[in-house]
């Protein structure tokens, strides 16, 4: 029995330590939706000098809309998530769980999945190739700069139980 609580006690210790250790959490300094806003307007500067449409009519602006709306819908979706467990959605604050529900169950990276959908709708709703094609260096750009950084973070903090969840799920769809 005290074996036990001596334990306890020393997982309690290495708890409070790793959490001491963890107020950084995966330590993103760049706040990853800053990335696809820039690359928007830079995408828009880009057109502005040197227009290149997709070729589709005006009737697909509702599309791009849609696509816009969906990729936002699913931002506040997954921060809700996030609001519910009591994790934080911020890659600068520690996480205390790893989400494996809902949108997670088919992508591990659903909120950034969701940020190229919003720059693929606008790109579509003002019918400029330049700002669709700004998904694709946005997509590399989280990755280098956030995902790399969480899922290092998350393997350590997390061990087996992410590394799990990682072989299940693929990283954007």
Known sequence: MKEENEQTVADSDQSRNQIGSDEKGAAVKFPPPLIFVILIFMGGGIDYLWPLGIGVPASFQPIGIAITVFGVAVAILVNSVFKRV??????????????TTGLY??????IYT?????????GIATN????????????LLVYHIAIKKEESY???????KYLAYKSRV????
């Open 114 to 122: 969701g940020f190229c959908l919003f720059n693929i709708g606008i």
């Open 86 to 99: 009591g994790t934080a959605i911020e890659p600068w604050k520690p996480t205390t769980q790893i989400i």
């Open 154 to 160: 998350l393997e350590e903090k997390f061990g087996e």
């Open 170 to 173: 693929r990283r954007w769809l």
């Open 128 to 139: 400029s190739l330049w700002i669709v094609f700004t998904a694709i260096p946005g997509a």
């Open 105 to 110: 169950r088919w992508s591990r990276n659903p």
